[in-house]
């Protein structure tokens, strides 16, 4: 049996009846957040010019936080880049990128077409959540240490499954698809900190449904595509690089949105430094910023990867950069939205204490997103403050629901309207008892600003 099958039946054995009440309850919170993430970054520049750029006609499906509808494939790769164009999105400590961004793009699209239910979308996500995460289980850290970006790479297996349960495809459709998605999966992280890296989203989205979509009228590709000689980890990861067999154990026990779960941002910029934002905010009260002589962070080393290392010379850029993060937490005691304006950047108590960053790995490796900042102050003394793991990162730390709630209004007041907003957000709480998401789409729409 093709691994892509192997796969394929534990995803359609996954049943909704069985479903922790919890993962439920994990799967509303993240794809609500998504869905501010897209609301917020509708209009932005990324977004603009690739609506513009596609000269996409008109259709059915819609654009979140546009007076906008396109085709389905359209509309899945447009939301799947406004989700990702200010990073804000949800992590997942598996995939080692953004699950969620992925997998919600087609499948709002879809659900639309179909007038699926709520608990159907509910059901359909899990399910391309599980499908992603143990893929990746199987191929990473190295996938990711590589250079490939797994949001992309890996989330459009996640995408895929999600559609093909969507669209109640059997398992010999699911595996094919999989097959298929194996010449569609692309993205490099050397394009981080510029607008391509949001559109890896908006293209993983997009081809996940497409294979989905081709799967369904009979377009076949190769059974071993993914673990065949020239398939998909032998391309990606290189023999001996990956475990086959991690990818097949566990299916649902837990769920790996319970374990390790989902991480909801608190941040908007690259999940790596939201550590370090902590102890620096935690510093912040104790200094005074023209005091500084120096700064030290030390992070496990796979946070310490070139996007991060680099200093501040775009407001797009900046969302990668531990120094400016760090020194914004230690200015202002906050790292919000604003700081990632162009003017932001400018500020000279932030660039003279970017500049005085300096950056070592930890000794505990073990510790994955666990950071600690040191700061020498002109007389000598030093003040250090260490963080095992940021606020929301997953189940063990989580975001609270108030706080999700604060950042949803804030990224959708940016397109919706604000009472327009808190529907939406009631809706997405309660998504399971939706009869239709025609529905949600129908209220966001409506609230649309522009």
């Given at each position: ?43 932005t520049d990324t977004t603009t010019m690739a609506i513009e750029a596609g ?396």
């Open positions: 049996m093709s691994l892509a099958l192997e796969i394929a039946r534990r995803a359609g054995a996954l049943d909704y009846e069985t479903f922790d009440p919890q993962a439920i309850k994990w799967a509303k919170q993240a794809m609500a957040d998504m869905v501010g993430c897209a609301l917020l970054g509708a209009n000269a996409f006609p008109a259709g059915d499906c819609l654009v979140l936080g546009r007076q906008m509808r396109l085709g389905k494939l359209e509309a899945a790769f447009v939301n799947g880049t406004s989700g990702h164009a200010l990073d804000y999105d949800d992590t997942s400590k598996s995939l080692s990128g953004h699950p969620t961004v992925i997998i919600v793009p087609g499948l709002l699209a879809l659900a639309e077409e179909l007038g699926s239910s709520g608990r159907d979308f509910v059901d359909a996500y899990i399910v391309g959540v599980e499908t992603a995460t143990r893929i990746a289980r199987g191929v990473n850290f190295h996938h990711y240490e590589k250079g490939w970006h797994p949001t992309a790479t890996l989330g459009i297996f996640g995408a895929i499954a999600a559609a093909a349960r969507m669209m109640r495809l059997p398992d010999e459709q699911l595996a094919n698809a999989l097959c298929i998605g194996a010449s569609l999966a692309s993205g490099v992280k050397a394009n981080f900190g510029t607008p391509v890296k949001p559109m890896h989203a908006g293209l993983a989205a997009r081809n996940g449904l497409f294979a989905a979509l081709l799967a369904q009228q009979g377009f076949e590709a190769a059974p071993e595509a993914l673990e065949g000689r020239q398939g998909f980890l032998d391309v990606f990861n290189g023999a001996g690089n990956y475990d086959a067999d991690k990818m097949l154990t566990g299916w649902g026990r837990p769920l790996d949105l319970l374990e390790p779960g989902i991480s909801i941002k608190k941040y908007p910029c690259v999940y790596s430094v939201h550590g370090a934002i902590d102890a620096g905010i935690a510093l912040h009260g104790s200094i005074v910023p023209s005091d500084i002589e120096g700064v030290l962070v030390r992070m496990h080393p796979r946070r310490l990867l070139p996007h991060v290392l680099n200093p501040a010379t775009s407001a797009l850029n900046a969302k990668f950069s531990l120094s400016y993060a760090v020194a914004r937490a230690l200015v202002n005691g906050a790292v919000t939205l604003d700081h990632f304006e162009d003017e932001a950047l400018h500020d000279p108590d932030v660039v003279h204490i970017m500049n005085l960053v300096q950056m070592k790995p930890l000794d505990d490796r073990s510790n994955d997103y666990g950071a600690e900042v040191c700061v020498t102050l002109k007389d000598g003394s030093t003040l250090t403050e260490a963080v095992a793991a940021p606020l929301g990162r997953g189940p063990e730390v989580p975001l609270p629901e108030s706080m999700l709630a604060t950042k949803f209004m804030d990224c959708a007041g940016r397109s919706v309207t604000r009472q327009g907003a808190q529907t939406v957000f009631d809706m997405l709480m309660a998504l399971e008892s939706l009869p239709s998401m025609r529905d949600l789409t129908a209220e966001i729409k409506a609230g649309t600003l522009n």
